[in-house]
Nanobody, 122 residues
């Protein structure tokens, strides 16, 4: 059983900062990629940032230069430091673990957290 639990969402003023964290728990052997996605009201879920086990990162153009993703492979955690937040960053942010392999298994699965709300408002 794998669980992804996000934390760190909340209300912040434009220009402010927040840090999101996600912990993947369970009998995990490895995770290929971890990332953050977001879904604003009335819009589809979109990629924010991803990071693979080797450390390479990928960012959406809209957050590049403002957000920084990092992960701790040993602890199965991923974080998203969000700076210079804008009104349009308001969304539910979801943690994703892609290509997760459980101990004793050769299957690769994708998992999602339940999301954490980030509201940017003055």
């Amino acid at each position: 059983q794998v669980q992804l639990v996000e934390s760190g969402g909340g209300l912040v003023q434009p220009g402010g900062s927040l840090r999101l964290s996600c912990l993947a728990s369970g009998s995990i052997f490895s995770i290929n990629a971890m990332g953050w996605y977001r879904q604003a009201p009335g819009k589809e879920r979109e990629l924010v940032a991803t990071i693979i086990s080797g450390g390479s990162t990928n960012y959406a153009d809209s957050v590049n230069g403002r957000f920084t993703i990092s992960r701790d492979n040993a602890k199965n955690t991923v974080s998203l430091q969000m700076n210079s937040l804008k009104l349009e960053d308001t969304a539910v942010y979801y943690c994703n673990a892609a290509g997760l392999r459980l101990r004793g298994s050769y299957r690769y699965m994708d998992y999602w957290g339940k999301g954490t709300l980030v509201t940017v408002s003055s």
